[in-house]
Each structure stands twice: as C-alpha cells, then as structure tokens.
C-alpha cells in the first residue's frame, strides 16, 4: 500500500511539473503600465473636459497574449476593450478619461485594469481636476404637510458638501420645536439636489408655527429657509368649541338673569 500511496505521489508531482512546464510563458510574465515606464498614470485638466493617455502592455511569451481592459473608480474610455498582443511585443493602447462639467476640483483616483491568462494587473490612475474651489449650500421648497417637514438641499458649489441640519419652530406661546444642529447621512455633489423629510411626531394640536431649517457645511455660509404652518386637530378644535360655547352659554344665562331682576323691579317697588 505504502508503495502505491508513493507512486501515485510520484504521478501527481510529474503531471503537476507538466502542467506548469507546459503553461506559456506569457502568462507568467506580461506587464501593463503606463507608457514612458511611469510608476501611475497621472492627468490634470478642468472640469468638463476629456484627457488622454497610453497604456502599454508588453508580452514577453512565445504565444499571443489577448488583455481585457476595464476602468474602475473613474470614467475610462480605450480604443479598444480587448488588445492581442504579439508574441514579444509591446502594445500601446491609447485611452481617455473623461472629466464631467460637475466633478468637483481636487485630486481624484481611479484605476486601469488588464486583466489575462487568469492574471490581474492594476495601474494607478490619478486625476487632479483644476478649478476654483466654492462651497455653497441652500435650503429650498420647505413646507409642512401632516406632521412631516420637506425640504431641499442644494449644492451651489464647486465641492463636495457634508451638510448639517438644525430645526427650530416658534408658535403664538413660544417655541415648540427645537433640534439643534446634527450631521445628515448624506453627501452633495456639485449641482446636486437631495429632496427629504423630517419627521415631527408631536406637533402642537392647536397652534400658528413658522418653522426655520438652517442647513450648514464645512466652509459653506449657512443657508436658512422658512415655513409658515397652522395646526388644528379635530380634537383641539372640539374642545375649543366646548369652551366657547360653554363661555358663550354662561354670559347668556348672565344677561338673562339681569335681565329678568331688571323686569321684577317695577313690580315690588312702592308707589
């Protein structure tokens, strides 16, 4: 048994050593960078335009090597998606990224990637976008609909906004809400717009608010926009109506109990 545990061992090993002898050579060594021999692919350029650059992938084998190629993190656009390389060739392939009219300026990143013979290789992409950098915010539509504030934030500017939102109604009393300022899970593009809500699960039952939504962002001035509301629930409004009747019924029985000693006075008076 040992013998032939050691011969099937030998068998696998020998057909192993085969398999890898008998792997082309390309698949071990063909390399894909930008061209020139740079360590990234570096791109600068302003916001609404297309910048260009090569890809050089090189195959040392003995065989034909055919590279997928793909962009990830950044709008990448090649020649062509898939490139065969000849046997002991380099392979330039021209691509472009392009930079959108609302990508923000700053420093960006992304990355190339070739992918062949079963094997991954990635290039660094980084873009620097040139441009004024403007953080801008502001609060638009806000209006009050059955106990839910709506409301709109917009990106005015030139950079990514985190904003933060703060809450404050007054009514004829005094205040009757009060959030102070806390981040919102969201983030803003350039010119992008975010319509949300904010829930108010106790409204005043009877009351006239005005309701004030500052909304602020790291550099950006804070934005306020307001809202007039008015609050009568059925219940409030039918307690009111107790009270007034009741107050009504009260000076009525009043009026009429003067009214009546008025009467009765002529009669008991003596001649």
């Known amino acids: 048994m040992r013998a032939a545990a050691r011969s099937g061992l030998v068998a696998a090993a020998t ?10 050579p390309a698949a071990q060594g063909w390399t894909a960078a930008p061209a020139a021999g740079r360590p990234y692919a570096y791109l600068e350029g302003p916001a609404g335009s297309v910048l260009q650059d090569t890809l050089s992938v090189t195959n040392p084998g003995a065989r034909p090597l055919t590279v997928r190629l793909a962009g990830q993190g950044a709008p990448v656009a090649f020649a062509a998606r898939t490139v065969t390389v000849p046997a002991r ?28 013979a ?20 502001t609060v638009e539509g806000v209006r009050v609909d059955a106990g839910t504030l709506h409301y709109t934030l917009v990106n005015r500017g030139t950079t990514v906004l985190a904003p ?7 009514g004829l009393l005094g205040t009757v809400l009060d959030r102070p300022d806390r981040p919102l899970r969201l983030t803003l593009r350039p010119g992008e717009r975010a319509v949300r809500t904010e829930p108010w699960p106790d409204p005043p039952a009877l009351d006239s608010v005005t309701v004030r939504l500052t909304a602020t962002a790291p550099g950006a001035a804070p934005a306020t926009a307001r809202a007039e509301a008015a ?41």
Not at 120 to 126: F, G, N, Q, W
Not at 129 to 136: D, E, I, K, Q
Not at 164 to 170: G, K, Q, S
Not at 241 to 259: I, S
């Open 118 to 137: 079963g094997r991954e290789v990635r290039v660094d992409l980084r873009l620097r976008v040139n441009g004024p950098r403007l953080a801008a915010l």
């Open 231 to 271: 609050f009568a629930s059925v219940p409030a409004l039918a307690a009111l109506a107790g009270v007034l009747l009741g107050a009504g019924g009260g000076a009525w029985t009043v009026r009429r109990r003067r009214r009546s000693r008025t009467e009765r006075a002529p009669q008991g008076a003596t001649p």
């Open 164 to 170: 933060t939102l703060a809450v404050r109604a007054e």
């Open 15 to 24: 057909a192993l050593v085969g398999a890898v002898a008998a792997a082309p």
């Open 89 to 116: 060739t380099r392979a330039d392939v021209p691509f472009a990224v392009t930079v959108t009219a609302d990508t923000p300026p700053g420093e960006h990143r992304g990355t190339v990637r070739a992918t062949a």
